[in-house]
Structures are given as C-alpha cells and as structure tokens.
C-alpha cells in the first residue's frame, strides 16, 4: 500500500492535476496520506515585467507614432515648424494677461490614470499607467486619477499595459484599484516634443507613461493646483470667448478665459478647468477689446454655478459653439 501511494503522489506531482487528486479520493483510493501539491497562487504572466524590465519606447512602432501625429490635438505644420515646441499663447483672465497652451479639441470625459502607490497613499517608483493613446477609443487628455496599493509582494514590477494591472491584481502584487475623485491634464504628445515655459528657460520636456505596451511621452500639468476635483463625478468645462470688433471678420488672437490661474491647490470644490467651450462674442459698436475686455467679467454676469444670466454693454451678441477646447494656462512663469 506505501509504495501504491508514493507511486500515485508522484504521478500527480508531475501532472500537477488536482483534479485527478479529487477523482482518486472519491473512487475510493483509501489509505493514501498525500500533502497538497499544488500552489493555489497563479505563478506567472507575460504581462507582468519584471523588476528592472525595459519597456520599449513608442518611437520602435511607426505606425504607433504616425497615430500620435495625427490625433494628438496640435497643429501639425506648425509643430513641425517649431521644432517641435508647442508654443506659448496669450490671452486674458480675470483682468490679467495669462499664457495658455492649445492642445486642440478634447472630449468633455476624462479617462482613467493608474497611480501605484505604497499602504500610506504616497507613489512608489513607477510611471503613470494610462488605458489609452490620442487615436485610441475613449482617450482623452483628462485623466482620473486611480490609486493601485501595492502589497508586500511588490518587487518593482513593471506594468505597461492595463492588462499587466489586472494580472498583477491576480498574482497578488497590487490591490484594488481605488478612484481618488481627482483628475490633472496630461495630454499625450509625439515623440521629440517640448513646451514653452518662458521665464529665460529651455522648452520643458515631457514625462514618461507607460500606455499600450510602450513607454510614451505626456505633459502633467499645472503642478498642485493642476490636480482638481470632479463636479458631482464629472470633470467641469469652462467657457473661452472669441472677441470679434465692429464689422470684423477675423477673431482677434487673444480669447477671454472664464476661469483664472488658481491662486492655490484647491479644496473639495474644484476651482479651475483647462477644457474650455468656445464662445464667439460680436463686441457692440465703438467697442475696442484691447482697452475694454480683459477679463469674462467685461462680458457676461453668471450665476453661482457659472451659466451665463446677462450681457454687459461691451456685447453685441454671442454664440456658444460646440467645440470644446483643451487650453490649459499657465499657472507659474517657466513651469509646465
């Protein structure tokens, strides 16, 4: 009988089948003492990199690149005229000049980005994990923040796709993912691409995330006071004013913001929105924008909740386009 049992505990070792194991026991293999042999624990993914992996760049894939040309929101001729530097623009807001960016036309959503972070909530060493790229269903600038806590068995693992996430949840390394209620703008641009910040400085270089199996570029921005709170579980858009004068045809270059730079990072209410509503403002005779418009006060009185309730004087008529704009200002001369 021992050497019937050793002879059935070897076979079921090399197989690792518990299910034969079951099937033994119920057909009655009595008086056969055999240990657990298999793990319950899933061992492996090819997903999941391991610590000090090097996830490739997005530039070895052209046709990943030539995606990111195409929907990346900017002006491609004059991002290749500027060498790549997304440059800087000016308008007004809140009775100031401001600096703004144009990232082109973005979705009203924002899409999910993965923090991992340590049991006190503070991020470990690991990019950004985004679900999509600009071309991608559903990508959008906006991004939501997600927590993923890391557990004891994090070694540094590397994840680069959201596939990686779920099966790095299976093997144990993170847990639950837990929405923080925030999101920041990090658009994702091209390879090779640089912001202009002013303040004496060389154009600002992108951060790395990873998104799509590669590791991609992305502007996080406006520091502290870039992270802001959902409105009810959504992300608010504000409203941009394009001043026509007199019998012009043309706009004038520098649009009027709704919302202004945020003195501080913000509480439970959110305070500030890159996205921005394009509104076509025909000024009212005689109305010189240069010396009467510098802020949306000039235009419009609005309620508490922001909607629009009368015109001023300055304001012949408006209209309230359609196209939402991601136009992120500039909240520190010389900062992203």
């Given at each position: 009988?021992?050497a019937v049992?050793?002879?059935?505990?070897?076979?079921?070792?090399?197989?690792?089948?518990?299910a034969?194991l079951?099937?033994?026991a119920?057909?009655g293999a009595?008086g056969?003492?055999?240990?657990p042999?298999v793990?319950?624990?899933?061992?492996?993914?090819?997903?999941v990199?391991p610590?000090g992996?090097?996830v490739p760049?997005?530039?070895?894939?052209?046709?990943?690149?030539?995606?990111?040309t195409v929907?990346d929101?900017?002006d491609?001729r004059a991002?290749?005229?500027?060498?790549g530097?997304?440059p800087?623009?000016t308008?007004?807001?809140a009775g100031?000049?401001?600096h703004y960016?144009?990232f082109?036309?973005?979705p009203?959503?924002?899409a999910?980005?993965?923090?991992?972070?340590?049991?006190?909530?503070?991020?470990?060493?690991?990019?950004?994990l985004?679900?999509?790229?600009p071309g991608?269903?559903?990508?959008?600038?906006?991004?939501?923040l997600?927590?993923?806590?890391?557990?004891?068995?994090?070694?540094?693992h590397?994840?680069a796709t959201?596939?990686?996430?779920?099966?790095a949840?299976e093997l144990?390394?993170?847990?639950e993912p837990?929405?923080t209620?925030?999101?920041?703008?990090?658009?994702?641009?091209?390879?090779?691409?640089?912001?202009?910040v002013?303040g004496g400085l060389?154009?600002?270089?992108p951060?790395?995330?990873?998104?799509?199996g590669?590791?991609v570029?992305?502007?996080?921005l406006g520091?502290a006071?870039?992270?802001?709170?959902l409105?009810s579980g959504a992300?608010?858009?504000?409203q941009?004013?394009?001043?026509?004068?007199?019998m012009?045809v043309?706009f004038?270059p520098?649009p009027?913001?709704q919302?202004?730079?945020p003195?501080?990072?913000?509480?439970?209410t959110?305070?500030?929105?890159p996205?921005?509503?394009?509104?076509?403002?025909r000024l009212?005779?005689?109305?010189?924008a240069?010396?009467?418009?510098?802020?949306?006060a000039d235009?419009?009185?609005?309620?508490a909740a922001?909607?629009?309730t009368?015109?001023?004087?300055r304001?012949?008529s408006?209209?309230v386009?359609?196209?939402?704009?991601n136009w992120?200002?500039?909240?520190?001369?010389?900062?992203p």
């Open positions: 009988m021992r049992c050793a002879r059935v505990a070897s076979t079921l070792t090399s197989i690792r089948a518990r034969q079951l099937a033994l119920a057909a009595a056969c003492l055999l240990e042999l793990d319950d624990d899933v061992g492996a993914s090819v997903h990199l610590p992996a090097v760049r997005i530039d070895d894939d052209p046709e990943r690149v030539h995606q990111l929907h929101g900017l491609d991002h290749a005229e500027a060498m530097v997304v800087r623009r308008g007004w807001a100031a000049t401001v960016w144009s082109g036309p973005a009203r959503i924002g999910p980005a993965y923090v991992l972070v340590d049991a006190g909530g503070a991020p470990v060493d690991h990019p950004y985004f679900d999509t790229l991608d269903p559903g990508y959008s600038p906006i991004r939501r997600v927590h993923v806590p890391v557990t004891a068995r994090w070694r540094g590397r994840l959201v596939r990686a996430l779920d099966d949840r144990g390394l993170v847990d837990v929405p209620g925030t999101w920041v703008n990090a658009p994702v641009v091209p390879p090779g691409t640089t912001l202009e002013g060389p154009p600002a270089a951060v790395e995330v990873h998104a799509g590669f590791r570029d992305a502007f996080v520091g006071r870039g992270v802001q709170p409105r992300v608010p858009v504000g941009a004013s394009l001043l026509r004068e007199g012009a043309a004038l520098a009027v913001f919302y202004a730079v003195a501080e990072p913000p509480g439970m959110p305070t500030y929105s996205l921005a509503t394009r509104l076509e403002v009212a005779p005689g109305v010189i240069a010396d009467e418009v510098h802020g949306d235009l419009f009185t609005r309620s922001g909607a629009i009368a015109t001023t004087a304001v012949a408006f209209e386009t359609e196209r939402v704009e992120p200002l500039q909240f520190e001369e010389g900062a």
